[in-house]
Structures are given as structure tokens and as C-alpha cells.
């Protein structure tokens, strides 16, 4: 991944760390608790992986999905990962 790409969508989906806040029931981790995602944040840079997209995507948008959301976006959206096969 050069300076300035996005990493190819299989790196969000094998991360297995995006979504801590994400309730259980929709395949996420189910911590309410943003300090979560703070630690996270600091080991993605303490690693060299500052990537802007997932703070975008779990400190911006999924708290959005996760309380205004109704059923059929979330369903949607909030899948859980790996999808069942």
C-alpha cells in the first residue's frame, strides 16, 4: 500500500478489530465504551497504520448506524463478519 492509497477492502474485512461497538447480535463486539477504540487507534499508530478510514468508520459513522439506524439498515450495514456461508 503506497503513501496516500486505500488498503484493498480485504484488509477491513479480515481485520477482525473494526466494530468493537458494534452490538453482538449484529457480529460486533458489543463494547459501548469508546476507550475501546482509543487503544485500538493508539496500536494501529504505534504500528505505523494510521488509517484515518477506521477511526471514520468506528468513532464517526457506526455510532450514528448504532443508535439511529432502523432494523432493516442495520441488518444491512452492521452484517456480521465473516458472513455465515
Not at 2 to 24: C, D, H, I, N, T
Not at 48 to 74: K, Q
Amino acid at each position: 500500500m503506497g503513501k496516500g492509497r486505500a488498503p484493498p477492502r480485504e484488509f477491513y474485512r479480515s481485520a477482525g478489530m473494526l466494530g468493537l461497538q458494534v452490538p453482538e447480535v449484529y457480529g460486533g463486539g458489543g463494547q459501548a465504551d469508546c476507550r475501546f477504540n482509543a487503544v485500538l487507534n493508539e496500536e494501529l499508530a504505534r504500528a505505523g497504520l494510521g488509517l484515518g478510514t477506521v477511526r471514520v468508520h468506528d468513532d464517526v459513522v457506526l455510532p450514528y448506524l448504532i443508535r439511529y439506524a432502523d432494523e432493516p439498515p442495520r441488518r444491512r450495514w452492521l452484517p456480521a463478519w465473516p458472513p455465515a456461508s
